[in-house]
């Protein structure tokens, strides 16, 4: 089955953050959609929870260097 998370993402100021954001969620295992939203700050992701879970999917957005909190 599939979750949902969404993230509250901190200190994207361009498109290109908001890109390399998707593109280290969408690196890690057991990710089916990460879509961020830069003028809103936000990250939702659709995910497999039986492959990874909402800290692993947060740090890694902290990984890129953006301040993120899960929200939902
Ligand atoms: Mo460009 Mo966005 O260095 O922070 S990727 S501004």
Known sequence: SEAKAVF???GMTCSACAGSVEKAVKRLPGIR??????LNNRAQVMYYPSFVNEETIRETIEDVGFEATLIK
Do not use: K, Q, T
Request: charge should be negative; glycine fraction near 0%.
């Open 8 to 10: 509250s993402v901190i």
């Open 33 to 38: 959609e990460a879509a961020v939203d830069v």
